[in-house]
């Protein structure tokens, strides 16, 4: 059974999901993919993990590292996971380039067009925005490129880190 709860950002509504001890869905009302991997079987109510979650946000939308992470569940396949830990070892006020994901998640192997695209959709498809933060990653020439909560967000969000107002 999933618990969701809500969340007022300064971006607009955001919606948690978790289920037992872990987070499992983070989206802004909206998004691409909103709600994308949460159970047919849900109800508004509150868990531990998620009052953690809305602390963590609190403390994000302050301008702050909040210095810790939830308890995450991802149900996905072992490309996307990686891929997903990848984005969370990025340091909050910095980003990093498709590429620079798609050489980490491949153990420095490849850097093809092929895998950076792979990447691309795995980020996208990614259920636990800002935690994860994938609107850290952007584009090989440092351009910001898809969000799923859009641009103007994601632009918004990198402010927010490096201390200017959004």
């Not at 872990?22 to 993990?49: M, N, R, S």
Request: glycine letters at 14%.
């Amino acid at each position: 059974m999933y618990f969701t709860s809500r969340y007022a950002s300064p971006f607009g509504e955001i919606l948690l999901a978790g289920e037992k001890e872990a987070l499992t869905g983070l989206w802004f009302e909206g998004q691409k993919y909103f709600g994308a991997g949460l159970g047919p079987e849900y109800e508004e109510g509150t868990l531990p993990v998620l009052e953690e979650a809305k602390r963590w946000l609190d403390l994000y939308f302050q301008g702050r590292d909040p210095g810790f992470t939830p308890k995450l569940l991802f149900r996905t396949t072992p490309f996307r996971e990686a891929v997903w830990n990848e984005l969370l070892k990025i340091p909050y006020g910095q980003t990093v380039t498709y590429g620079e994901i798609a050489e980490r998640a491949a153990g420095g192997k490849s850097r093809s067009r092929l895998l950076s695209r792979a990447v691309g959709n795995a980020v996208g498809h990614n259920p636990v925005s800002l935690i994860v933060p994938c609107h850290r990653v952007v584009g090989a020439d440092g351009g910001l490129t898809g969000y799923a909560g859009g641009i103007r967000i994601k632009e918004a969000l990198l402010m927010l880190e490096r201390g200017n107002h959004y």
